[in-house]
Protein backbone atom coordinates (compact mmCIF):
# COMPACT_ATOMS: atom_id res chain seq x y z
CA UNK A 1 0.00 0.00 0.00
CA UNK A 2 0.96 3.35 -0.74
CA UNK A 3 -0.08 6.76 0.47
CA UNK A 4 0.79 10.14 -0.23
CA UNK A 5 -0.11 13.73 -0.01
CA UNK A 6 -0.01 16.74 -2.46
CA UNK A 7 -0.51 20.63 -1.40
CA UNK A 8 -0.61 23.42 -3.85
CA UNK A 9 -1.22 26.60 -4.14
CA UNK A 10 -3.26 27.96 -7.25
CA UNK A 11 -3.28 31.74 -8.63
CA UNK A 12 -7.05 30.46 -8.72
CA UNK A 13 -10.28 31.05 -7.22
CA UNK A 14 -10.93 27.91 -5.40
CA UNK A 15 -13.78 27.34 -7.47
CA UNK A 16 -12.02 27.63 -10.38
CA UNK A 17 -9.13 25.17 -9.32
CA UNK A 18 -12.17 22.69 -7.94
CA UNK A 19 -13.71 23.43 -11.32
CA UNK A 20 -10.34 22.24 -12.94
CA UNK A 21 -9.60 19.57 -10.73
CA UNK A 22 -12.68 17.63 -10.40
CA UNK A 23 -13.34 17.57 -14.27
CA UNK A 24 -12.37 13.92 -14.74
CA UNK A 25 -12.40 13.61 -18.15
CA UNK A 26 -9.64 15.75 -18.31
CA UNK A 27 -8.09 13.55 -15.88
CA UNK A 28 -6.99 11.32 -18.68
CA UNK A 29 -5.08 14.53 -20.83
CA UNK A 30 -2.66 15.16 -18.26
CA UNK A 31 -2.03 11.31 -17.26
CA UNK A 32 0.43 9.96 -19.13
CA UNK A 33 -0.98 6.55 -21.23
CA UNK A 34 -4.52 6.88 -19.69
CA UNK A 35 -7.97 7.64 -20.89
CA UNK A 36 -10.72 8.46 -18.59
CA UNK A 37 -14.57 7.48 -19.41
CA UNK A 38 -17.11 8.68 -16.87
CA UNK A 39 -20.39 6.50 -16.77
CA UNK A 40 -22.71 8.77 -15.20
CA UNK A 41 -24.49 11.83 -16.46
CA UNK A 42 -23.29 15.12 -15.32
CA UNK A 43 -23.26 16.82 -13.00
CA UNK A 44 -20.63 14.81 -10.68
CA UNK A 45 -22.37 13.62 -7.41
CA UNK A 46 -22.12 11.39 -4.83
CA UNK A 47 -22.24 7.90 -6.78
CA UNK A 48 -20.62 8.98 -10.12
CA UNK A 49 -18.53 6.53 -11.38
CA UNK A 50 -15.42 6.51 -13.70
CA UNK A 51 -12.96 4.51 -15.27
CA UNK A 52 -9.44 5.38 -15.72
CA UNK A 53 -7.87 2.96 -18.15
CA UNK A 54 -3.98 2.90 -18.39
CA UNK A 55 -1.39 1.05 -20.01
CA UNK A 56 -0.86 0.03 -23.72
CA UNK A 57 -2.73 -3.41 -25.18
CA UNK A 58 -2.89 -6.63 -22.70
CA UNK A 59 -0.93 -4.06 -19.96
CA UNK A 60 -3.99 -1.98 -19.84
CA UNK A 61 -5.75 -1.63 -16.53
CA UNK A 62 -9.06 -0.08 -15.31
CA UNK A 63 -9.16 1.54 -11.89
CA UNK A 64 -12.87 2.42 -11.06
CA UNK A 65 -13.30 5.04 -9.57
CA UNK A 66 -16.85 6.41 -7.22
CA UNK A 67 -17.42 9.76 -6.02
CA UNK A 68 -18.34 9.37 -2.18
CA UNK A 69 -17.89 12.88 -0.62
CA UNK A 70 -18.75 15.57 -3.17
CA UNK A 71 -19.18 19.14 -1.54
CA UNK A 72 -17.84 21.91 -3.53
CA UNK A 73 -16.52 24.90 -2.43
CA UNK A 74 -18.83 27.16 -1.39
CA UNK A 75 -18.25 30.93 0.10
CA UNK A 76 -15.33 30.38 2.45
CA UNK A 77 -16.09 26.92 2.79
CA UNK A 78 -13.74 24.15 1.33
CA UNK A 79 -14.79 21.93 -1.08
CA UNK A 80 -14.21 17.97 -0.05
CA UNK A 81 -14.25 15.20 -2.77
CA UNK A 82 -13.56 11.31 -2.08
CA UNK A 83 -12.95 8.73 -4.79
CA UNK A 84 -13.30 5.03 -3.71
CA UNK A 85 -11.11 3.25 -6.39
CA UNK A 86 -13.05 -0.25 -6.73
CA UNK A 87 -11.04 -2.15 -9.38
CA UNK A 88 -10.04 -5.23 -9.62
CA UNK A 89 -6.31 -4.63 -10.20
CA UNK A 90 -5.89 -0.82 -8.23
CA UNK A 91 -7.85 -0.19 -4.89
CA UNK A 92 -7.82 2.43 -2.05
CA UNK A 93 -9.39 6.44 -2.07
CA UNK A 94 -8.51 9.32 -2.95
CA UNK A 95 -9.17 13.06 -1.57
CA UNK A 96 -9.48 16.27 -3.10
CA UNK A 97 -9.27 19.16 -0.57
CA UNK A 98 -9.81 22.75 -1.68
CA UNK A 99 -9.70 25.54 0.76
CA UNK A 100 -9.38 29.27 0.37
CA UNK A 101 -5.63 30.54 0.75
CA UNK A 102 -3.63 33.31 0.92
CA UNK A 103 -4.42 36.57 -1.29
CA UNK A 104 -7.84 34.80 -2.98
CA UNK A 105 -5.59 31.65 -4.20
CA UNK A 106 -6.80 28.12 -3.78
CA UNK A 107 -4.84 25.88 -1.40
CA UNK A 108 -5.15 22.14 -2.76
CA UNK A 109 -4.60 18.91 -0.74
CA UNK A 110 -4.81 15.98 -2.51
CA UNK A 111 -4.55 12.63 -0.10
CA UNK A 112 -4.17 9.28 -1.85
CA UNK A 113 -4.25 5.81 -0.58
CA UNK A 114 -3.39 2.71 -3.91
CA UNK A 115 -3.06 -1.10 -3.14
CA UNK A 116 -2.23 -2.53 -6.41
CA UNK A 117 -3.09 -6.38 -6.48
CA UNK A 118 -0.07 -8.78 -6.79
CA UNK A 119 2.52 -6.23 -6.22
CA UNK A 120 4.25 -7.03 -3.53
CA UNK A 121 4.97 -5.00 -0.04
CA UNK A 122 8.46 -4.45 -0.66
CA UNK A 123 7.65 -2.48 -4.06
CA UNK A 124 6.05 0.18 -1.76
CA UNK A 125 7.98 3.04 -1.50
CA UNK A 126 8.69 2.49 -5.43
CA UNK A 127 4.61 2.68 -5.58
CA UNK A 128 4.96 5.68 -3.61
CA UNK A 129 7.18 7.85 -5.46
CA UNK A 130 5.75 7.14 -8.56
CA UNK A 131 2.17 8.36 -7.53
CA UNK A 132 3.58 11.30 -6.11
CA UNK A 133 5.06 12.09 -9.69
CA UNK A 134 2.45 11.20 -11.63
CA UNK A 135 -0.22 12.75 -9.73
CA UNK A 136 2.04 15.84 -8.54
CA UNK A 137 2.75 16.37 -12.38
CA UNK A 138 -1.12 15.54 -13.01
CA UNK A 139 -2.60 18.38 -10.66
CA UNK A 140 -0.08 21.15 -11.99
CA UNK A 141 -1.33 20.91 -15.36
CA UNK A 142 -4.81 20.83 -14.40
CA UNK A 143 -4.66 23.86 -12.18
CA UNK A 144 -2.78 25.41 -14.90
CA UNK A 145 -5.49 24.67 -17.16
CA UNK A 146 -3.30 22.60 -19.54
Known amino acids: ?47 TVFVARSGLGPLAFDDRMEVTVWQPPADDAPGRCRLEKRGRVVRGWAEIEVRPGPGGRAHVIWREELRVRLLPPVLDGALERAARHVFGRAANRLLRGR
Open 1 to 47: MATFLLERTAPLPPPEAWRRLTDWSRHGDVVPLTRVTVLTPAPTHVG
